[in-house]
Nanobody, 124 residues
Framework: QVQLVESGGGLVQAGGSLRLSCAAS????????MGWFRQAPGKEREFVVA????????SYADSVEGRFTISRDNAKDTVYLQMNSLKPEDTAVYYC?????????????????WGQGTQVTVSS
């Protein structure tokens, strides 16, 4: 089992920045592929970004490429999402997810563990 706890969400003006954190426990963090997803009201959960267990490989959704950066600290069992140049359309609940398979995947149903989510609201 893996427990994931997100933090760092909040309200920010368009053009601003936020940094989300996701702390993991319960399983060797360094073996997990980690991802961030988001879900806006009335929409399906969508892929944002993922990072390999080593941190050497990443994959970004086109909508956030160049604005968001994922990173991980395996010594702290934590993955981060730095979000810059935020737009109102980035408003959503952001979820951290863990995949026990050793490859990056964009499909939410391929992730095994999920956090409770953290709200990000970007005002115009």
């Amino acid at each position: 089992q893996v427990q994931l706890v997100e933090s760092g969400g909040g309200l920010v003006q368009a053009g601003g920045s936020l940094r989300l954190s996701c702390a993991a426990s319960g399983r060797t963090f360094s073996s997990l592929t980690m991802g961030w997803f988001r879900q806006a009201p009335g929409k399906e959960r969508e892929f944002v970004v993922a990072i390999s267990w080593s941190g050497r490989s990443t994959s970004y959704a086109d909508s956030v490429e160049g604005r968001f950066t994922i990173s991980r600290d395996n010594a702290k069992d934590t993955v981060y999402l730095q979000m810059n140049s935020l737009k109102p359309e980035d408003t959503a609940v952001y979820y951290c997810a863990a995949n026990v398979r050793p490859y990056i995947d964009r499909r939410p149903n391929h992730y095994d563990y999920w956090g409770q989510g953290t709200q990000v609201t970007v005002s115009s």
